[in-house]
T-cell receptor
């Protein structure tokens, strides 16, 4: 698992509430990513980080923000959760070879 | 925008038969093509990859082929086993920083 953990693993929340998902890595990787996975869409990039406090948007960033104050932690925040954000969220890191991404175990989020 | 198309979306084979999954990509700058296997409740796991300077790569029962001219690449699994049942994703990358994933293929191997 490339030393990646995600928390929580499952969460149920209500529309309009803020939600923060955490990705933690133990191997000092510079690049980290947040994806969402939905049936028929594969993995779509939400945001990524290329270093502490350095982040940028992916293809589906609306409604999401991220922060990276330490190399090992990359946080994804839904400021005001909507039902369309019900999904499985995966964190990934870019391996030392600088071409392969390795994924965490995922967080299943349900917004009621 | 850039995209990766993956076919079929669902594939059912008999144990022992071969399975083939095909992908096409649009970004001619893509030079790295990983394949991932995702089992139920887990994150995608890298199973094999190929770079643009190689036409074919094999690892035991799994092989990947790449046709850069046609911009397509394929995953071949021979002598399929029930534990091969999973969702498989192809991806195309211009360097790991930017990776585009296919929509996935759900493979069922019937015993």
């Amino acid at each position: 698992d490339a030393g990646i953990t995600q928390s929580p693993r499952h969460k149920v929340t209500e529309t309009g509430t803020p939600v923060t998902l955490r990705c933690h890595q133990t191997e000092n990787h510079r690049y980290m990513y947040w994806y969402r996975q939905d049936p028929g869409h594969g993995l779509r990039l939400i945001h990524y980080s290329y270093g502490v406090k350095d982040t940028d948007k992916g293809e589906v960033s609306d409604g999401y923000s991220v922060s990276r104050s330490k190399t090992e932690d990359f946080l994804l925040t839904l400021e005001s959760a909507t039902s369309s954000q019900t999904s499985v969220y995966f964190c990934a890191i870019l391996g030392q070879g600088a071409d392969t991404q390795y994924f965490g175990p995922g967080t299943r989020l349900t917004v009621l | 925008g850039e995209n990766v198309e993956q076919h079929p979306s669902t594939l059912s084979v008999q144990e022992g038969d071969s399975a083939v999954i095909k992908c096409t990509y649009s970004d001619s700058a893509s030079n790295y093509f990983p394949w991932y296997k995702q089992e139920l409740g887990k994150g995608p796991q890298l199973i094999i990859d190929i770079r643009s300077n190689v036409g074919e790569k094999k690892d035991q029962r799994i092989a990947v082929t790449l046709n850069k001219t046609a911009k397509h690449f394929s995953l071949h699994i021979t002598e399929t086993q029930p534990e091969d049942s999973a969702v498989y994703f192809c991806a195309a990358s211009t360097g790991g920083f930017k990776t585009i994933f296919g929509a996935g293929t759900r493979l069922f191997v019937k015993a």
